[in-house]
């Protein structure tokens, strides 16, 4: 499709000008081909202010009942709306992206929980973006922001679904990314009796979201705990629907690591995962009798997978982890997870994480626009340098994996072998190659 990635539509924040707006809620009521309701809502991004503003005219427009929390995380979000009585969710963010870019997910009612918006649905606003027209709009009417209501219900369900538990005696770091999580997880934290040091947390909207921040940058948790002797640290992404983890030594533990300690602990035969997955826990999941179902990269395809086979936990190295009974990844529910776990079993997040053996792994970016992404795909020249390196690894027992990325311009090559240094040599000529061939 030409307009919805991996997650949703994502690029440079003036891309989601009036018109295009107008074209998504359009496309989105073709689709209903009923009255709906909506709820919108969104991350911290200095765009979201007023494309939230932009999408109140849209919905005004077409004679859609709209209402909207403004900033709250994305699976508060997508919980809420269901909640709430709603049709529809739509969630401006672009999630771990740079504050410059910005973006909408969509969220439909399933059989018992939201779910992200069908593949015709998809379609539907696809057609609509590529017939995109002038509009004439209609001012919207004042509305009561339901922030508050929704943020509620967001935290009972939260609680609900940890409890029992008690933090008490634990020391915990956590780095917001300046994003919605700001909104709530230090004080959830605090009512289950931890102890918080808070960094990154402004929750107005902002030009600092995921700045050397927040779930792809840890170096500012990993100097908070340990410069405070905290017990560990949790690191969430722009829109809270991911985490990471940093131990009490300052190692970081991923999303890969954290299905292994969710996965233990819940007694589970099956979980899935992407084929991101480092080799560790694959060797982990041999030795405790666990099947991994692994998927294509993004957390659509994991819940998809989930649904189709009947597996209870599902997620990404990234640290999208889909829970039992869960219907997207929740970076808030995860972290109080963890935390339960650690609590319940009187274990640090290292004693949880000691026998899973991560191979090394390198992840290089190759800047690319969306011609060059289609190359890397059909230019024979391409697959036939991709070939080769493929070649090299494997007779060394390493991997390697080139895709194009569903939510960002660029190329990731990711490796995995025995030995750091060669891949990150290796990987690195690769990237040289491919930017001249591309």
Same mark, same amino acid.
């Given at each position: 499709?030409?307009?919805?990635?991996?997650?949703g539509?994502r690029? #440079?924040?003036?891309?989601?000008?009036k018109?295009f707006?107008?074209s998504?809620?359009?496309?989105?009521?073709?689709?209903?081909?009923? =009255?709906?309701?909506?709820?919108?809502?969104?991350?911290?991004?200095?765009?979201?202010?007023?494309?939230?503003?932009?999408?109140?005219?849209?919905?005004?427009t077409?004679?859609?009942? $709209?209402?909207?929390?403004?900033?709250?995380?994305?699976?508060?979000?997508? @919980?809420?709306? @269901?909640?709430?009585? @709603?049709?529809?969710?739509i969630?401006?963010?672009?999630?771990?992206?740079?504050?410059?870019?910005?973006?909408? &997910?969509?969220?439909?009612?399933?059989?018992?929980?939201?779910?992200?918006?069908?593949?015709k649905?998809? #379609?539907?606003i696809?057609?609509?973006?590529?017939?995109?027209?002038?509009y004439?709009?209609i001012?919207?009417?004042l509305?009561e922001?339901?922030?508050?209501?929704?943020?509620?219900?967001? &935290?009972?369900?939260?609680? &609900?679904?940890?409890?029992?538990c008690?933090?008490?005696?634990?020391?915990?770091?956590?780095?917001?990314?300046?994003?919605?999580?700001?909104?709530?997880?230090?004080?959830?934290?605090?009512?289950?009796g931890?102890?918080?040091?808070?960094?990154?947390s402004d929750p107005? $909207?902002?030009?600092?979201?995921?700045? =050397?921040?927040?779930?792809?940058?840890?170096?500012?948790?990993?100097?908070?705990?340990?410069?405070?002797?905290?017990?560990?640290?949790?690191? $969430?992404?722009?829109d809270?629907?991911?985490?990471?983890?940093?131990?009490?030594?300052?190692?970081?533990?991923?999303?890969?690591?954290i299905?292994?300690?969710?996965?233990? @602990?819940?007694?589970?035969?099956?979980?899935?995962?992407?084929?991101m997955?480092?080799?560790?826990?694959?060797?982990?999941?041999?030795?405790?009798?666990?099947?991994?179902?692994?998927?294509?990269? !993004?957390?659509? =395809?994991v819940?998809?997978a989930?649904?189709?086979?009947?597996?209870?936990?599902? !997620?990404?190295?990234?640290?999208?982890?889909?829970?039992?009974?869960?219907?997207?990844?929740?970076?808030?529910?995860?972290?109080?997870?963890?935390?339960?776990?650690?609590?319940?079993?009187?274990?640090?997040?290292?004693?949880?994480?000691?026998?899973?053996?991560?191979?090394?792994q390198?992840?290089?970016?190759?800047?690319?626009?969306?011609?060059?992404?289609l190359?890397?795909?059909?230019?024979?020249?391409?697959?036939?340098?991709?070939?080769? $390196?493929?070649?090299?690894? &494997?007779?060394?027992?390493?991997?390697?994996?080139?895709?194009?990325?569903?939510?960002?311009?660029?190329?990731?090559?990711?490796?995995? !072998?025995n030995?750091k240094?060669?891949?990150?040599?290796?990987?690195n000529?690769?990237?040289?190659?491919?930017?001249?061939?591309?």
């Open positions: 499709m030409q307009y919805f990635g991996t997650d539509i690029g #440079k924040a003036e891309q989601f000008t018109d707006l107008m998504i809620v359009e496309g989105l009521v073709d689709y209903s081909n009923d =009255n709906i309701k909506v709820l919108i809502g969104g991350d911290t991004r200095e765009s979201t202010e007023w494309i939230l503003r932009e999408l109140e005219v849209a919905l005004e077409f004679g859609v009942e $709209y209402a909207n929390v403004s900033v709250l995380p994305t699976p508060a979000i997508n @919980y809420c709306f @269901y909640e709430m009585g @709603y049709d529809f969710a969630d401006v963010t672009a999630s771990h992206n740079p504050y410059t870019d910005n973006g909408i &997910k969509i969220f439909e009612r399933g059989e018992h929980q939201g779910r992200k918006l069908c593949e649905g998809c #379609k539907t696809e057609k609509s973006l590529q017939q995109q027209k002038s004439t709009q001012a919207p009417s509305r922001n339901l922030h508050d209501e929704a943020l509620s219900i967001y &935290k009972e369900h939260l609680l &609900k679904t940890v409890r029992p008690d933090f008490k005696g634990l020391k915990i770091g956590l780095d917001c990314a300046n994003g919605a999580t700001s909104v709530i997880n230090k004080s959830l934290f605090e009512q289950l931890a102890k918080v040091k808070l960094i990154h107005q $909207y902002n030009i600092k979201i995921n700045k =050397n921040c927040g779930s792809t940058n840890l170096k500012s948790l990993q100097k908070l705990v340990a410069e405070n002797h905290l017990d560990f640290g949790i690191a $969430y992404d722009g809270g629907d991911r985490c990471m983890l940093i131990n009490e030594i300052g190692e970081e533990i991923d999303g890969d690591q299905i292994a300690i969710l996965a233990d @602990y819940f007694k589970l035969k099956t979980i899935a995962t992407t084929v997955v480092n080799q560790g826990l694959l060797n982990w999941a041999k030795k405790k009798g666990i099947n991994i179902e692994v998927t294509a990269v !993004g957390d659509s =395809n819940k998809a989930m649904d189709e086979k009947h597996i209870k936990l599902g !997620g990404e190295q990234s640290g999208h982890i889909i829970l039992p009974d869960e219907a997207t990844g929740d970076g808030m529910l995860t972290s109080l997870m963890i935390t339960k776990i650690i609590s319940e079993k009187h274990k640090s997040l290292g004693e949880l994480t000691s026998d899973i053996v991560k191979f090394p390198i992840v290089v970016n190759v800047p690319a626009t969306a011609e060059q992404k190359a890397l795909i059909k230019k024979e020249s391409v697959q036939k340098i991709i070939n080769n $390196y493929e070649k090299k690894l &494997k007779s060394a027992q390493g991997r390697l994996l080139v895709r194009p990325s569903g939510t960002e311009e660029l190329i990731r090559i990711t490796m995995w !072998g030995d240094d060669s891949i990150n040599a290796l990987a000529e690769l990237k040289a190659e491919l930017e001249e061939s591309l």
